[in-house]
């Protein structure tokens, strides 16, 4: 991946977007990113690019909530399953040719976010109140975060999904899916140089696109002030729809 290349800097523009919009909303960058940038790099390429800078944002919030954190949620009950899910899915990663990963993407983004939206739809009906998920329900969605992580380094919002039905507390929430975070983007780059993924190139890609993550906190931080919360994410599951399905087909 060549930083001073056009198709980069289309890449650069699709992160600060990115990243932008998770600083407004929380969204998640690494989904819309890689859904994105899909159509400029293939996956095998993109993704240990990608996975690094993500890790230095994580590291910045685990480490500022790290009183917060449930640890014995993170080490009994999260990485076990997740841990499982990632070698699963990187074993497939390995294996699985661009075009494959490109419309297994395409399918699970558009999934995504229409689960998305029709939880919002829910969420405003105030005779709706969602239920605990049972036990074999949440270890299922953890190992398909997992792998889902493994294999597009996208599996917060199966995570969240399974998290969101517990009762804990929003500043441990939060905190936890951080070191959650910061503990699989470790992994995952770890195997990325282990495949020679991760080298000199890729490192100058991450290390290029980093003030492009600096500047696009900082934009939506006041962005986050002045939009409407609701509606944007409405229009941004939307466009991941039209996305996720250019990718799928």
């Known amino acids: 991946m060549d930083p001073t290349a056009p198709e980069f800097w289309l890449l650069a523009a699709i992160v600060g977007g990115a990243f932008a919009i998770e600083a407004t909303s929380g969204f998640g960058a690494t989904i819309l990113i890689v859904t994105f940038g899909a159509h400029l790099f293939p996956i095998p390429t993109l993704l240990p690019v990608i996975v690094p800078l993500g890790l230095v944002l994580s590291v910045a919030l685990a480490w500022r909530n790290r009183v917060h954190v449930d640890r014995g949620l993170v080490v009994r009950r999260i990485l076990p399953l997740m841990g ?7 074993a497939i990663f390995e294996r699985a040719s661009n075009d494959g990963l490109r419309r297994a993407l395409g399918c699970f983004v558009v999934g995504v976010a229409l689960a998305e939206l029709w939880r919002m739809r829910l969420a405003a009906d105030p005779m709706h109140a969602p239920r605990p998920l049972p036990p074999m329900a949440t270890r299922a969605a953890l190992l398909g975060a997992g792998v889902i992580h493994g294999l597009f380094s996208s599996g917060g919002p199966l995570l969240v999904y399974a998290l969101g039905r517990l009762p804990i507390e929003k500043r441990a929430f939060r ?6 975070w910061v503990v699989l983007a470790s992994a995952l780059t770890l195997a990325y140089a282990w495949q020679g993924r991760v080298g000199p190139e890729s490192l100058l890609a ?17 962005a986050h002030h002045r939009l409407d919360e609701a509606t944007f994410r409405v229009l941004i599951y939307l466009l991941l729809i039209v996305a996720g399905l250019s990718n799928a087909f």
């Open 84 to 90: 499982l899910g990632v070698a699963i899915g990187l």
């Open 175 to 180: 905190a936890t899916l951080s070191t959650v």
């Open 206 to 222: 991450t290390a290029a696109l980093l003030p492009v993550l600096a500047t696009a906190f900082v934009v939506g931080d006041w």
